[in-house]
């Protein structure tokens, strides 16, 4: 009885343990989240720090203008406009790593890939390859620092981070203006473009602080994502070369790759990509299990019950998606990369609709995926109809979770161009990319 006794004591202490640590992790992580922003904000930027959610000042509770001008930014005409200097720039990189006689590592180059693509076409800033190479180190700088405490001293991470922000700043507010005075012979409008004008159509014209927060903003949503989901989907095919032989079957199919291997000229449009269904699935598959994002945090605005537990208003909550697509009842076999799960003859993520969430959820949800989505299918088209590649270590490396999803040590691959002509680099390619401004 005594025993029984102690067994129950012991259980009691060991589930208030564990709630007092999940509620302290809640505490600590969301607070370190809105020192994040208070931290590497301008003083002077006065727009609040919203509860909960990413956090993201530019875009918080009280900017719903700002989200019908994010509708316009990542809008079908916005993308299509966007598609061609994608895709330029995904196929210079590629050659440039077919070029290379060294294995490359992935997940860096990855990195750089997106930050380029962010500064290239989202923000239409034409600057030089070598301030570019200088901007991103900056960033990385910026972004190792950007959960540091706040503590100012000399080679702090804090100090590091500020003065790699104000250095981003001023990088940031030279495009910016260069960007302003060259209006002549622009062929379209980006990201940044449609921010000013739609913010002027709102009576809104937003300042330059504003500006550079806003874009710093969303370099940041897009950089570390979209690298991470980059570098999975890489790894996907190197694993399962029978999936990639599919999609190189869909893309003969669709006459976007000659039955001798190399590619068609043209151009690719939104439509052609919405009609390769494979490709889809295999996109999908590859954020299903390997989400870059763990979770996300929601303030909550009205007492609700949940399995019968009260969860009151006011409380912090954290929503993991890992943990919903690990647990989800509609995906069969569930550790299993099958992108022919998403295929219209199974379609396992149709029944329910909080059982798939890459991009998170609701009102929330992230604002990019449409062009993380394009960005992803251009990848694996022009990785599918220019590129061979293979692992260059014994064994692929293993997975950590923080800050996002991402190998060990990145990921070495070895690439070869298809056709070695391809492997040049071709001048025009920067020519027409800064036509853009
Ligand atoms: C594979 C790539 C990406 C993934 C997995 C991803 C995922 C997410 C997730 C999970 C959230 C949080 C949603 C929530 O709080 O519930 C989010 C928010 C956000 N994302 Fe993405 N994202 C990606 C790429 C992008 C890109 C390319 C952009 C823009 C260029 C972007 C812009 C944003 C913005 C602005 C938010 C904040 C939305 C808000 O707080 O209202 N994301 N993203």
Same mark, same amino acid.
């Given at each position: ?5 102690? %067994? ?109 693509? $962010? ?9 030089? %390859? ?91 949503? $897009? ?18 070369? $029978? ?9 003969? $199919? ?184």
């Amino acid at each position: 009885m005594l025993f029984e006794g102690l %067994e129950l004591v012991s259980a009691l202490a060991t589930l208030a343990a564990c709630l007092v640590s999940v509620t302290l992790l809640l505490a600590v992580s969301q607070q370190l989240w809105q020192l994040r922003w208070a931290a590497t904000r301008d003083k002077s930027c006065k727009l609040p720090i919203p509860k909960g959610s990413m956090g993201f000042p530019l875009i918080g509770e009280t900017g719903h203008w700002l989200l019908q001008v994010f509708s316009k930014i990542f809008s079908h005409e916005a993308l299509q406009n966007y598609l061609p200097k994608i895709r330029l720039v995904i196929q210079d990189t590629l050659r440039a790593w077919s070029s290379c006689p060294e294995a490359i590592n992935v997940y860096q180059e990855a990195q750089k890939l997106t930050f380029r693509m $962010a500064i290239r076409v989202l923000l239409g800033f034409s600057i030089p %390859e070598e301030d570019l190479g200088h901007l991103f180190e900056v960033y990385q700088q910026f972004v190792e620092n950007v959960f540091s405490l706040p503590v100012d001293l000399p080679f702090s991470g804090y100090r590091r981070g500020i003065q790699a922000r104000q250095i981003l700043q001023k990088g940031l507010e030279k495009a910016i203006r260069e960007k302003l005075q060259c209006t002549q012979g622009k062929d379209y409008s980006d990201a940044l473009d449609i921010l000013i004008e739609s913010s002027k159509e709102h009576g809104k014209e937003m300042t330059m602080q504003e500006l550079k927060d806003g874009t710093l903003e969303l370099i940041f949503a $897009a950089y570390a994502t979209t690298a991470s989901a980059s570098t999975s989907l890489i790894m996907q095919l190197l694993k399962h070369p $029978a999936v990639l032989e599919k999609l190189r079957e869909e893309l003969r $199919a669709q006459g976007i790759l000659h039955s001798g291997g190399c590619p068609c000229e043209g151009t690719l449009r939104l439509d052609t990509l919405s009609g390769l269904h494979y490709l889809d699935c295999v996109i999908k598959e590859v954020m299903r299990l390997f989400t870059p994002i763990s979770g996300g945090y929601r303030t909550v605005l009205q007492t609700f019950e949940l399995d019968g537990f009260q969860i009151p208003k006011g409380w912090s909550v954290m929503y993991s998606i890992r943990d919903t697509h690990d647990t989800a009842p509609v995906f069969k076999d569930v550790n299993v990369f099958d992108p022919d799960r998403f295929g219209q003859a199974r379609s396992e993520d149709k029944d329910g609709r909080f059982h798939y969430l890459p991009f998170g959820g609701g009102v929330r949800t992230c604002l990019g995926k449409h062009l993380a989505k394009l960005f992803l299918k251009v990848l694996a088209v022009e990785l599918a109809s220019t590129s061979r590649f293979e692992l260059a270590t014994r064994t692929f490396p293993r997975i950590t979770l923080v800050p996002v999803l991402h190998p060990v040590d990145g990921l070495s691959v070895k690439f070869f161009g298809l056709d070695s002509n391809q492997n040049k680099i071709l001048p025009e390619t920067e020519a027409m990319l800064s036509a853009t401004v």
